[in-house]
């Protein structure tokens, strides 16, 4: 199926909270969706038969500079085709919805955006740190990250 088709199946499940698709020439084509809907979108596309998105391949943290973007590649293993959902946060209200209980991949992407880039994933069961020690200050991968010059009396810079 292409990524057309594939928008318009979520478009007509969700309307409002779909907002918007770029198809790319080259690349991956996407579809921009509602911040909280995400876990509502990520299960509809799993289930329903026509798009068996089976497979979080993965997701990824942004800093845009101004906010904070999600991206989600989704495959489906069955019917082999593939889209990528995005979305959108303010730096200062990072929350989206988990999608851990749709994939349960979802779990360390979603605790390395959120050691990374500061993104809340409200409900994951485990959100902590996974690359950087549990007790480090901030997100290293935002853009307005100022790294400390020590870390326990170590030379971090």
């Known amino acids: 199926m292409q990524a057309k088709e594939i928008y318009e199946i979520i478009k007509t499940e969700f309307g409002d909270s779909i907002l918007g698709f770029n198809e790319a020439t080259v690349g991956d084509s996407y579809i921009e969706v509602q911040s909280d809907k995400i876990l509502d979108i990520s299960l509809f596309a799993r289930d329903n038969d026509n798009l068996l998105f089976d497979y979080l391949a993965s997701l990824t943290g942004m800093d845009l500079g101004d906010k904070l973007c999600v991206v989600y590649h989704l495959y489906s293993v069955k019917l082999n ?17 988990t999608v851990e209980r749709c ?3 979802a779990d360390w992407h979603e605790r390395e955006a959120w050691d990374l880039m500061g993104i809340e994933f409200v409900g994951h069961h485990n959100l902590i740190r996974i690359l950087c020690p549990y007790d480090w200050e901030g997100h290293a ?11 326990h009396g170590i030379k971090v810079n």
């Open 141 to 151: 991968l935002r853009k307005d990250y100022v790294a400390p010059e020590f870390y």
């Open 81 to 97: 085709h593939r889209i990528v959902l995005k979305l959108y946060v303010p730096k200062d209200n990072t929350k989206v919805p």
């Open 103 to 105: 994939w349960r991949t």
